[in-house]
């Protein structure tokens, strides 16, 4: 099956910028993947850096948000999240965010700890989605 790279403006220049070799979204028939990105700040492409748990949060399920739409989907057609963070104590926290995010019929999920990545936040979040 032909896979099709979508650009997703400005996270798509952001990534470039760190020179990640991946596409912010990838469709292949009627799924989407959508990659996880850092906590961008929108208006400068930095990643935020001293944000608590939440706002980073919340920027990435933007991030994910605005991937969705500009690939002709949305939250609501989100079948799977994973959850990358850098300690299981933040649960809590990222919850709260997220179910603002999900508030009803929420999509499968998994949370994952991960030491360290290379640059200074807390959590990425990818996701899987229909068209």
């Not at 929108?42 to 500009?70: I, R, W, Y």
């Not at 009803?104 to 991960?114: E, G, K, L, N, Q």
Request: net charge negative; glycine share 6%.
């Amino acid at each position: 099956m032909k896979r099709e790279i979508i650009r997703v403006e400005p996270l798509s220049t952001y990534l470039e910028r760190w020179k990640a070799p991946t596409s912010a979204v990838t469709r292949s028939g009627d799924t989407l993947y959508v990659s996880g990105f850092p906590p961008f700040d929108p208006g400068t492409g930095e990643v935020v850096q001293g944000a608590s748990v939440e706002h980073q949060t919340e920027l990435v399920l933007e991030q994910m948000k605005l991937c969705l739409e500009t690939a002709g989907s949305s939250l609501n057609n989100v079948l799977k999240c994973t959850v990358y963070c850098t300690s299981v104590e933040k649960f809590a926290a990222v919850n709260a965010i997220y179910a603002r995010y999900f508030p009803t019929d929420p999509p499968a999920r998994i949370f994952v700890a991960v030491p360290a990545w290379p640059g200074p936040f807390d959590i990425e979040i990818d996701c899987v989605a229909a068209v």
